[in-house]
């Protein structure tokens, strides 16, 4: 039996599309933990993606809305505020998506249409969410908002193309309007940045296998799982961290404070 430590809070989770979606694994866990909320993802994905099962499972609503739309946040904000009887404590921003990596565009030859449309979809949005949050009255105080990032803010991966600097937006906004929130109702806001993880958005990265386990060897305590991060999610959306805002967390197993490690050293000497 887990820990209720969400006992009595109601939220939004975004992103869940299949099993090995970090939101998917999230809601499983905030739901053990007593927690109720709303399941939300864009109206396409929610077509192809098999999240009814999910809502099922977790006693949840699902409610379509495009994370770049402010018509349909407002409705999603609205009618979850109905659903659930109430404001909200947490939500999880679990959203990423790049035309440019999706299309295998080089990054010297970025096609700038879609650029925006990356730093809309994965970034811009994040401030769009809060936004409605905050116009709506629609967050009880000492509440917590969360998104995911990635260490691809701070340092170059090759591969990881304009959601890079997708991620560094997205960071950005998280201490800009974690300033803002908490002045105005103590709502805590912050990014966590993890591991390297096998979802759809992480796999359609390419050289994604052989990163992956580069990652794994460069972390002294291996890579962190989806089911690791949705477990950090419950402890940032407890009442155990309310002081914890305008951060950016890393949630790696160690590999962004490590130089080299012996694993790696043993890789690149055979
Ligand atoms: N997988 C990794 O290696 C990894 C590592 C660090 C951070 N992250 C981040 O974690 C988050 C979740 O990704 P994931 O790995 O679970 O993959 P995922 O593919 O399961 O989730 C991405 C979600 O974004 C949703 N989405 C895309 N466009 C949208 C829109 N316009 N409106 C609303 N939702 C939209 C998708 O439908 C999907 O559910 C992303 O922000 C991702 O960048 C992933």
Sequence with gaps: MAHQLLEGKKGIIFGALDESSIAWKTA?????????????NAPIALRMGKINELAEACDAEVIPADAT???????LFEQSMEKLGGKLDFVLHSIGMSPNVRKSKP????NYDWFLKT????????????QTAEKLDAMNEWGSILALSYIAAQRSFPDYSDMAQAKSVLESIARSYGY?????????VNTISQSPTMTTAGSGVPGFDVFFSY???????GNASAEDCANYIVAMFSDYTRMVTMQNLMHDGGFSSSGITEDLIKELTK
């Design 119 to 130: 730093l809309d979809i994965s970034g811009i949005s994040f401030h769009k969410v809060m």
């Design 28 to 40: 499983e866990k905030v739901h053990e933990a007593g927690g109720r909320f709303v399941l939300t």
């Design 69 to 75: 739309s402010m018509e349909e946040l407002n409705a």
């Design 180 to 188: 803002r929130f908490a002045k105005s109702k103590k709502v805590r």
């Design 107 to 110: 990054y010297g030859d970025l």
């Design 215 to 221: 990652a794994d060897k460069m972390s002294p305590l």
